[in-house]
């Protein structure tokens, strides 16, 4: 059984279609990377996943049943736009927005204590939230998200604002929910970290899905016939035949480094019998489009069709 | 704990535990009791007697003067320059010079220490008087003692009654009424535009501060309004009560320490009248006649005002609060706020400023006003101390929930869409738009 079902979902602001007839479903357990350009419809979704705003036409369902606003508590949600009352402490803040999620405030206190210490940030416990950095706040938002143990996580661009520590530990923490078995979409536009974590994604533009599917699984939907190949010695040896043009060359002091981009009528075996008898190959490998290829790609050629 | 009872309570206590709030409450009480007691204060202790000397170079004046409880006066012998170094010396507090003349109604005041506000005006009052008496006793050979008494005795003495559909006459104290009218309706306009405004500016802190996608994901947008509106409200209350409170202990105890500052005595009445404190003829009745009159007080609606005001209040508020609640979620900041709210406010400055007028609460005007829901809080409640027909107040109640309803609808709606619309400055037209989204 899907965790969340979208089926058939149509959203307008006024004249203009925020979301065209859209379809989609998440499996439990999984990373679910939510992608496209700005104003494609991602936070008009994830408004419509946290009952902020409601479908004009379709369905969500959620866990087996039609969402409704009480499901909402087994949702943790980080906005892209989050914010603190600057005036509070943390703990006032971060207690205040646990009971809004449906925890008696004994629970919250415990909770929160458990997590600020997880994340070493028990010291800001009874600071003021103006007086933290803009990624110490985050850091607090991100806590406040999950102390409620939802099943069903969203974070919209959670790692905006962080340095690489931090986000190496959010990364690590996010990962680490989804072993507790904890659904989790993920809205960004950073596509090292989709390739990194995500499971399987969902790519729309202009309201509609364009791509959807796991990430190995759509990168090699996209693959162009590109290997790489390492050797011992040196290229200018070598005569290549014309199905095979080199993309780029990398040179060290014992190996070289080939991008070969094949003609459509040859295969990965062609390269490695071309190779095998003439140098000694060290590795060799397919050379898969990155997310941010296939995002670029997809985005464009639909624009272009248009 | 359920979560609108969660949001009420953060509203209450971020409020009443902010300096800000702890200040006003305090200082307000601690201001309007000053303000109370000083001038009666300062009256009573300028209150020495001052010892004028008198020189009338047409000897018109001589021994004409009479001493009062604030002024004596003397006739010494002497030149004006002697007089004025005697008065530099301290012997006394002014020297009046009567300049020469046929009228003899021009004169001087020299003191060297700045007198009471109100000497100059008590020996002008004494002058005219003895110009006036000869004036009459020349032209007209009249006898000045039989004269005073006679003007003494011609007094009148007006007494207000309100006839009933049964021909019963009910005594009525006009002024009173209005007055009760004015502060019921100045309570509710300044309630609404103070804690409205809070309400209003709360919706855009926490829109800027983009708290507020984090709260309308875990609780209604509906919920959260009303939980933001009545915890506003209740601190709004509680700094209302505590103040009241503040105002009457602190009179108590200015009265325990010292009396005769706070006894509503003669003095203090003549005082507050020369000072120029009173607003109006009104309000200087108030001390010395209406409170006086205890059977006209007794025939005062009061439960029906207690229950109107209340009612009035509270819907009035709500109805308000909800519409700064919608209007401010549209924008980002309180600048742009100021065009959208305008038209919201208008209703109620026309009310406060139509009652100051002194308009009768019976007027046409007055009666129209008391219908329409944007102004019926302030208007009926400055109508219901001289009694209103029973079917007016109902439709006016009526008139005024219907649209209450219309206006919490309303600003929900607006609200709801408006909380995560950023960047867009929004028009009257655009709100109604959205109403249909």
Known sequence: ?306 | MSKVSVIISREFLTRIKKKSFIITTLLLPVLMVVMMVLPIYIAHHSEKVCTVFVLDENDYFLNQFHNTSKVKFEFPSGELEDMQQRCINGECDAVLHILKGNQSNRANLFFSEDPPLSLKSDIGEQMDEILFDRALQKEFNLDIKKYKSIKDLSHSDIQTLQIDENGQAKEKMVEMNRIVGMVCGMLIYFFVFMYANQVMRSVIEEKSNRIIEVIVSSVKPFQFMMGKIVGVALAGLTQFVAQIILVVALLFSVQLIVPELVAGDEATTEVVSQTGTAFDGAMVASDADVFGDISAFYSFPFSTLLLCFLFYFIIGYLMYASLYAGVGSATDNETDSSQLVLPISLPLVIAIIVIFMGLSPQSEVVRWLSFIPFTSPIAMLYRIPSGVPLWELLLSCGILVVTFLGCVWFAAKVYRIGLLTYGKKVTWKELFRWLRM
Not at chain 1, 117 to 139: D, F, H, P, T, Y
Not at chain 1, 190 to 217: F, H, K, P, T
Not at chain 1, 262 to 288: C, K, M, W, Y
């Open chain 1, 1 to 306: 059984m899907n965790i969340i079902e979208v089926r058939n979902v149509t959203k307008r602001f006024g004249a203009q279609v925020a979301l065209d007839n859209l379809s989609l479903s998440i499996a439990p357990g999984r990373i679910f990377g939510l992608l496209g350009p700005n104003g494609a419809g991602k936070t008009t979704l994830i408004r419509l996943l946290t009952c902020i705003n409601v479908p004009d036409e379709g369905d969500i369902w959620f866990q087996g049943h039609p969402l409704v606003a009480d499901d909402v508590a087994r949702i943790g949600y980080l906005p892209e736009e989050r914010g603190l009352y600057k005036r509070m402490t943390v703990s006032e803040v971060a207690v205040y927005l646990a009971q809004l999620r449906g925890m008696s405030k004994k629970e919250a206190v415990s909770s929160l204590k458990q997590w600020f210490e997880k994340l070493g940030i028990e010291a800001w416990w009874n600071r003021r939230v103006e007086e933290l950095s803009k990624g110490m706040q985050q850091k607090v938002q991100f806590v406040v998200t999950v102390v409620h143990r939802p099943d069903f996580l969203i974070f919209d661009e959670p790692f905006s604002g962080f340095d690489p520590i931090n986000a190496e530990q959010l990364k690590q923490e996010i990962l680490e929910l989804k072993q507790q078995g904890a659904t989790v979409i993920l809205s960004t536009h950073n596509m090292a970290s989709v390739e990194e974590i995500c499971d399987d994604i969902a790519l729309i533009n202009r309201g509609r899905v364009m791509l959807e599917g796991e990430v190995r699984e759509v990168r090699r939907r996209f693959r162009q016939n590109r290997y790489t190949v390492t050797f011992e010695g040196e290229a200018a040896a070598l005569t290549l035949p014309e199905w095979m043009q080199i993309l780029s060359q990398n040179t060290d002091s014992q190996t070289t480094t080939l991008e070969l981009q094949l003609s459509d009528t040859h295969v990965s075996n062609d390269v490695l019998q071309f190779f095998v008898p003439r140098v000694a190959v060290t590795s060799f490998g397919e050379i898969l489009p990155s997310m941010n290829d296939v995002f670029i790609h997809t985005v464009q050629s639909q624009n272009e069709s248009k």
